[in-house]
């Protein structure tokens, strides 16, 4: 259950709803809103609590959460929570993008590809220093080069950067240089990560595995948000099915669903999903019209030369046309970009 603390419930009563609830046997998370406090009291102990808890003083309301994801909930929290990068947010009215090569190459590349981009209208530098190749005999990533490379050029150009990281042994290196900490579709549920990501002070954005639920995906948001991070934006980047026309199948029913049961960003990445240049403008507009804050997107100066995903990644220009297009769009559903 969300114990729903009054606008002008002190620290007082907060801290002793915490008591009572830890004294119910059940565990106190403390949620701080902008505007009101909540209090998720999990465990299975729900209905033997409610009557003593809704008592107290302070309390607004109780309200019992049945989903298995009581913190991703959106019955926590009835609005987005903003997710903050740098300067701008994901997760209000205007569709923040993210833009970068599939790797960070060098410099001059990342450097060439961030002013086209922040140019374009992205207010985030996307790039890979270490890259979860389906082959071991593929370029791997530069590494802590490649880390330095991407926040010396997001800082020069005035990007926010996002960069994945692999595993739980790599988050303070990563958070180092970083703005926001990728979790990559094949560690979705790596629950080791994703609970060093919960005790990072850095953004986390989730991407879904290729063969997890949607369910599984809010469950692995959990993980994060129960460790005491609450900046997650979930990414839908496609996933495996019976389909082979496209790398992977985008669902935008996962969207539209994310977008009504839980308070967490949902961006949407064309690329991955579709695995071909041309249908990532298609079907980036299509996840701005069904309701993503925010876009994932692959652009390098020279896809053919890229080290990696060169096939589904955009030019600089192409980049700038999918924006313009985009824009119309976004006013179309209330938005801007
Ligand atoms: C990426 O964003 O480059 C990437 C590896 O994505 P995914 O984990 O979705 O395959
Ligand atoms: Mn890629």
């Not at 880390?147 to 303070?172: D, F």
């Not at 609970?195 to 809010?218: C, M, Q, Y």
């Not at 948001?221 to 992977?248: M, P, S, W």
């Not at 060169?310 to 179309?332: I, Y």
Request: aromatic share 2%; net charge neutral; hydrophobic share 45%.
């Amino acid at each position: 259950m969300v114990i729903v603390m009054k606008p002008e419930a002190t620290e007082e009563d907060i801290q002793r709803m915490v008591d009572k609830v830890e004294a119910a046997g059940l565990e106190a998370v403390l949620l701080r809103g902008e505007k009101r406090n909540v209090i998720a009291a999990i465990g299975d102990k729900r209905e033997a609590a409610i009557d003593t808890l809704a008592a107290a003083r302070g309390v607004e309301r109780i309200i019992p959460i049945l989903s298995p994801y009581k913190l991703a909930s959106r019955e926590v929290s009835p609005g987005v929570t903003p997710v903050r990068l740098n300067g701008e947010v994901v997760g209000d009215r205007k569709v923040q993008v993210i833009a970068g090569p599939c790797a960070v190459e060098d410099l001059d590349t990342t450097l060439d590809v961030a002013e086209s981009v922040k140019e374009a209208g992205a207010v985030g530098l996307r790039g890979g220093a270490y890259k979860p190749r389906t082959s071991p005999h593929t370029f791997q990533g530069l590494q802590e080069k490649g880390l330095e490379i991407l926040h010396r050029v997001g800082e020069h150009v005035g990007l926010a950067t996002v960069t994945e990281v692999l595993s739980p042994e790599q988050v303070e290196l990563v958070a180092r240089y970083a703005d926001v900490l990728q979790v990559g579709a094949r560690n979705m549920q790596n629950f080791a990560l994703l609970k060093a990501l919960g005790a990072a002070r850095k953004p986390v954005l989730l991407k879904r595995g290729i063969s997890a639920t949607v369910h599984e995906l809010l469950l692995a948001a959990e993980y994060i948000l129960k460790a005491g991070n609450d900046q997650v934006i979930l990414c839908c980047r496609g996933i495996r099915t019976f389909e082979d026309h496209t790398r992977f199948t985008l669902s935008l029913g996962a969207v539209a669903y994310l977008k009504e049961v839980t308070h967490l960003p949902v961006i949407v990445d064309p690329s991955h999903a579709t695995g071909r240049r041309s249908l990532v403008a298609p079907m980036a507009k299509a996840a701005v019209a069904c309701g993503a804050d925010g876009l994932l997107v692959e652009v390098h100066p020279q896809p053919e030369r890229a080290k990696v995903d060169g096939q589904q990644t955009l030019t600089c220009e192409a980049f700038a046309r999918m924006m313009d297009e985009l824009r119309a769009v976004a006013e179309a559903v209330g938005r801007t970009i």
